[in-house]
């Protein structure tokens, strides 16, 4: 099991960047396949960026695709999302999540962490 904490969200006009970071513990986390998820209120949970345990290997959605970035070190047991050119639409809590393999299902993930708060102001 791997225990998945997030960190770096806050407030941000429209147009600016943000970094979040996603830190985890367990023997797993360097053979694992990591994802960033959001939800807006009264939405469902949808797909952000994957990245497989290697770094190699990335997908994004059509929404942030040429905005965000997903990176990690495996060293540091850590997972980022740069987020560039921020819109209010990308308001959301924004969740890292663990899979075997990249994916952009959630039902593909088996830990999450408890997610934090992105406020995008126009």
């Known amino acids: 099991q791997v225990q998945l904490v997030e960190s770096g969200g806050g407030w941000v006009q429209a147009g600016g960047p943000l970094r979040l970071s996603c830190a985890a513990s367990?023997?797993?986390?360097?053979?694992?396949?990591m994802g960033w998820f959001r939800q807006a209120p009264g939405n469902e949970r949808e797909f952000v960026a994957t990245i497989s345990w290697s770094g190699g290997i990335t997908s994004y959605s059509d929404s942030v695709k040429g905005r965000f970035t997903i990176s990690r070190d495996n060293a540091k047991n850590t997972v980022y999302l740069q987020m560039d050119s921020l819109k209010p639409e990308d308001t959301a809590v924004y969740y890292c999540?663990?899979?075997?393999?990249?994916?952009?299902?959630?039902?593909?993930?088996?830990?999450w962490g408890q997610g934090t708060q992105v406020t995008v102001s126009s």
């Open positions: 367990g023997r797993t986390f360097r053979l694992s396949a």
């Open positions: 999540a663990r899979a075997a393999t990249i994916s952009s299902s959630t039902s593909n993930y088996d830990s």
